[in-house]
């Protein structure tokens, strides 16, 4: 009979080990079986930080492989163990691509089963378990499953702790959003309902809306946001125009090419607005956000230079940090912007000697 074969795709998570110790076990009880350990390569591969991401991945399978072997030891049937690095002969873009991927590999070594660490991370975005798993069930020949040890170590609570004021912060735009919309602002049952409205999604909200008090800079960053708003549509208004342009020329001018722009934004919300933000704008479409580094496609070359000129992030980072943040040099002139994929050539930023890493 053939041995057991079970393959793992694995990415930098805290719970690779139980993964590994799971996959193990229930793959030797029945018999002799081969574990195959495969990394898939995520879009910053092609980049020029390559050899630092090869070092890193080797350094992963090694230790996979290690704890392996150390967990067969106390089984009587033998474990033979493969590694291998996928992905680096194309562009992954989605889901698809990456299950695609896992699945021609599984099908040509003769693969039984395929198991998810649960806190896999393609390398695409937030980790996407569930629509690997749901992509898989397109192709024969193997089982998916999903290994049990993450449930076990699961620390992060959704509910955090709440206080007054936060309590009182989502109150207050609550209210003043509810008499926005209402009839008559000044009439006492818009007032009575408002207010009743407002404690209802204060208390119901507070412990998932705020990570932390909102300071006597939340008011400044909520009126530069009401800047920041006509500002943006503005610049949808530009950019639909500028696109719509592009799509009736009959020669059809595009250039589509994926960048790389290490924004010189910090938080997770200033990240957000600025992604969706990019998003949002024609033109340009925000694939990846990793750290600080934001993975970009554009469509003309108009969108990518104003990409690079920072025109969003300076705006953003107006919203969040004030005047005096908005004079920060744009991405190009930091050496923090540059070509990761193009039609013609290999990818490179053109003029630029740093990297986005850098």
Do not use: C
Not at 203 to 218: A, D, E, M
Not at 263 to 284: D, E, H, K, Q, Y
Not at 302 to 314: K, N
């Amino acid at each position: 009979m053939s041995d057991n074969r079970v393959l793992v795709p694995l990415s930098a998570s805290s719970t690779n080990r139980q993964t590994i110790e799971y996959v193990v076990r229930t793959a030797l009880e029945g018999g002799p079986a081969t574990l195959r350990l495969v990394y898939v390569h995520p879009p910053e591969i092609q980049a020029d930080d390559q050899t630092a991401r090869g070092q890193a991945v080797d350094d992963l399978l090694k230790r996979a492989s290690v704890w392996a072997e150390e967990d067969s030891k106390q089984f009587e049937a033998t474990l033979t163990v493969e590694t291998a690095q996928l992905g680096m002969d194309k562009y992954l873009f989605s889901p698809s691509d990456i299950a695609e991927t896992i699945a021609r590999d599984a099908i040509e070594t003769d693969t039984d089963r395929v198991v998810f660490d649960p806190r896999y991370d393609p390398g695409i975005g937030a980790p996407l378990l569930r629509p690997l798993e749901y992509e898989l069930t397109r192709f024969d020949g193997f089982t998916v499953e999903e290994a049990p040890s993450g449930r076990q170590t699961r620390r992060t609570p959704f509910l955090a702790r709440t206080s007054l004021p936060q309590i009182g912060a989502i109150f207050v735009i609550s209210f003043a959003f509810y008499q926005i919309l209402a009839a008559d602002p000044t009439y006492w049952f818009e007032i009575v309902t408002g207010v009743v409205s407002a404690a209802i999604v204060a208390i119901g909200l507070s412990q998932v809306t705020f990570t932390r008090n909102p300071t006597w800079q939340t008011p400044a960053r909520l009126v530069r946001h009401t800047i920041y708003i006509p500002y943006l549509l503005k610049e949808i208004i530009k950019s639909n125009i500028l696109v719509a342009a592009v799509i009736l020329h009959p020669k059809l001018p595009i250039e589509p090419r994926m960048t790389r722009v290490r924004p010189a934004v910090w938080g997770s919300l200033p990240m957000t607005a600025l992604a969706n933000s990019i998003t949002l704008t024609p033109g340009t479409l925000t694939v990846r956000i990793d750290g600080r580094t934001l993975t970009v496609h554009t469509l003309v070359p108009a969108a990518r230079e104003g990409l690079f000129a920072g025109d969003l992030e300076r705006a953003i980072r107006f919203v969040f940090y004030g005047r005096d943040a908005a004079k920060i040099t744009s991405p190009e002139d930091r050496g923090e912007a540059e070509l990761i994929d193009s039609t013609d050539e290999p990818s490179s930023w053109e003029g630029d000697d740093g990297g986005a890493d850098k």
